[in-house]
């Protein structure tokens, strides 16, 4: 059976890239990738620029202390010096105004005392050419490459595109995402709910795994087991995005209908197992350039099948330099045993160690147990076979939440 990083592999290999379009800097930018390098527009600072509150003054007039200077005129942040500083003479100034002709250091008010409104005296030394100043042009000259293509649109980059007059930056366009669930049992969670039907968990768990991985979601609702209806919406579900992702009806069952319907529109199928759990009746196909993955119907393998592989689709196609699921390796805060015939993503939580993070698994009984990724905000990888760990060995942890 084909391997977890196999498979992602082979998924990988079918992603296309979206187009570049121009997006305004709202939050909905917010996770979106840079398509082409932003320049500065013009020198950061624009001028030469106090970093303190005090007085602008000549180094060559601060040989020896105390000094007294006379006040030539006072300079808030947002004004402009008229006059230039003689020798003998200060300029008062305020943190981001710009220095004035003439001084070429600053001298904090703390050092100072002010025996008139006229005078300064500068108590002690030493004043050091350019101390407290940001010269023109420091942070950035202007046409020079602020911020390189790929980079992840996070707070700070918000703040770096004001700094150059950036009100919309080109980015990769958002994957509109169909989400198709499946099931004759399965209804809508406002719905009411009869007999042995249950309620749609994957629905509004898969849209939100969507937007948070970057897509657009297109909610299609849930098909029944009847194959011309599955059909017509599938056929919906692929020609209105470049995913889709259906939930349900891809093991062995009479009434798991989706991967013949898949075939019968044409779609190749990549693979339809991985050697994973919860979650191997998962499977990949494609049509032209849109992918469409099959997650098993049991909310954890959904879930787990997404994050997996969906996520890193979704990554790739968005433009995200590092598309693997975040890793890392971590110590278990508590002993622990598991035994699966296939690579284990096992539920767990991490929690504040002695240094760093440790993993503490929760409480799971299967891929049917929301419940516990709720309560989890990690999945432990282990492999094939007995698992029996002691509390501080290091496992690898896939960190769905970050
Ligand atoms: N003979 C075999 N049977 C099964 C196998 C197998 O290899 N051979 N694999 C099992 C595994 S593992 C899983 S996982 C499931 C996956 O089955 P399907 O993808 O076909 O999903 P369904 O049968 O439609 O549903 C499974 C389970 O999940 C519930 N479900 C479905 N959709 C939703 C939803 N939207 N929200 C909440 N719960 C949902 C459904 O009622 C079933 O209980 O197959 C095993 N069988
Ligand atoms: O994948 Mo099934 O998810 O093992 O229950």
Redesign the pocket.
């Known amino acids: 059976m084909l391997s977890v990083a196999a498979a992602r592999e082979q998924i990988l290999a079918n992603v296309v890239r979206q187009p570049p379009e121009i997006g305004a800097l709202t939050s909905s930018l917010l996770g979106s990738v840079l398509a082409e390098p932003v320049t500065a527009d013009m020198d950061s600072p624009p001028f030469d620029k106090a970093m303190m509150d005090g007085f602008a003054v000549r180094s060559a007039d601060c040989g020896q202390f105390p000094v007294t200077l006379t006040i030539v005129e006072e300079v808030p942040a947002g004004k402009s010096p008229m006059l230039p500083v003689g020798p003998g003479q200060a300029t008062r100034i305020m943190t981001g105004a710009p220095i004035p002709e003439g001084a070429d250091a600053v001298v904090q008010v703390e050092r100072t005392e002010q025996p008139d409104s006229m005078h300064v005296t500068l108590l002690n030394g030493p004043v050091t050419p350019r101390q407290h100043i940001l010269d023109r042009g420091r942070e950035m000259r202007a046409g020079d490459v602020v911020m390189p293509a790929g980079q992840i649109l996070r707070a700070a980059e918000y703040g770096l595109f004001a700094t150059v007059g950036k009100t919309a930056v080109p980015v990769f366009r958002s994957p509109k995402v169909s989400l198709l669930c499946t099931g004759d049992e399965v209804v809508e969670a406002n719905m009411k709910r009869m007999g042995s039907q249950i309620r749609n968990s994957n629905g509004p768990m898969l849209v939100m795994q969507t937007v948070r991985a970057g897509g657009l979601p297109r909610y299609l609702g849930i098909a029944p087991d009847r194959v011309d209806v599955l059909r017509s919406q599938i056929r919906e579900g692929i020609d209105g995005g470049e995913v889709l992702v259906m939930a349900g009806g891809v093991s062995m069952g009479m009434r798991d209908l989706v991967p013949e319907v898949l075939a019968d529109l044409g779609v190749q199928i990549h693979f339809h197992k991985v050697a994973m ?5 998962l499977l990949f196909g494609t049509k032209g350039h849109k992918l469409i993955f099959g997650l ?1 119907g ?1 909310p ?2 959904s879930f787990v099948g997404f994050e997996l592989f969906v996520r890193p689709a979704l990554a790739a196609m968005r433009g995200v330099p590092t598309t693997m699921p975040k890793m890392a390796r971590l110590p278990l805060a508590a002993d622990f045993r598991a035994s699966s015939d296939r690579e284990l993503y096992y539920p767990a939580k991490l929690e504040i160690a002695e240094v760093g993070f440790a993993a503490r698994p929760v409480p799971w009984f ?2 049917a147990d929301l419940r516990a990724i709720t309560a989890a905000d990690c999945l432990l990888k282990l492999p094939a076979g007995e698992t029996a760990l002691t509390a501080g060995q290091i496992v690898d942890v896939i960190l769905t939440d970050a």
């Open positions: 759990k919860p979650g191997k009746p098993p049991n954890v393998s299967g891929s």
